[in-house]
């Protein structure tokens, strides 16, 4: 498995685990919408995820949290750009979290690296927009259904094999584009379709999915299966709230790691590089 992630900018090497801080741009994403959610703040919210120790950072203008409307492009591109404008300038790697092909091209001509795109690419005219750009990264999810809907009818059967059959000709399409294997990482995709016990399928036997020979990125910070796994009751579950769901978070992203995931996507950065940081020292 490659253990090098070609961006626009930046060979990312795998060796070690790469940690994507989340910059949510967002008046209504779950766990952080509206504090960071005009320009200044924003890019205050990058320059503390930096020094906290994150190694990407990932912005994204619209939320995809389970029943969320779509937003429009207009809309997001307001959002989304004199953010990532101001990233770039940092001298980091910048990844943005979109599915829309016209924000892609608008992002990767301001110097964006990479592309995270929850629909893996599906939209019409997506997989054009990154093919023209011969080095930006890539990251594609596994998504059932889509926000709207995703939750109220879930997967059925053996989530992981599904999972891995998808990325797997997910992946295999972009290659058919000329796009290098070297510019692509996957994402089951928690929380984006899956029960409980699906999720923690997924973490349980992610191993499973290094069969695809990608390089994983596991984004489990502040999702709801955390609160349940770690509440008490139903009345604890619906009170919790998500920023007291990073012990969890650290957690799972930890135990992602030991099951090989290469990149986490967190909102909880400093904990999350210090709890690597002791698993590095026993590596």
Known sequence: MAMIWQTSRFELDLTKPCVMGIVNVTPDSFSDGGQ?????AALRHCERLLADGAHVLDIGGESSRPGAAPLPLADELARVLPVVRGAVAMG???SVDTYKPEVMQAVLDLGADIINDIWAL???GAADVVARYPDCG??????HREPQTMQVEPMQGDV??????FLRDAAAQLQARGIAPQRIVLDPGIGFGKTVEQNFSLLARQQELLAAGYPLLAGWSRKSSLATATSRSLATLASLDPQAR??????????AVERGA???????VRETVQALAVFDAIA
């Open 122 to 124: 599906r939209q019409s």
């Open 246 to 255: 990073m012990v969890p978070s650290v957690a799972a992203a930890l135990l």
């Open 160 to 165: 992981v094999v599904q999972v891995l059959a």
């Open 262 to 268: 290469r990149i986490v996507r967190v909102h909880d």
């Open 138 to 143: 890539v990251c594609l999810m596994h998504m």
């Open 92 to 94: 980091v790697p910048v």
């Open 36 to 40: 960071h959610a005009s320009v200044d």
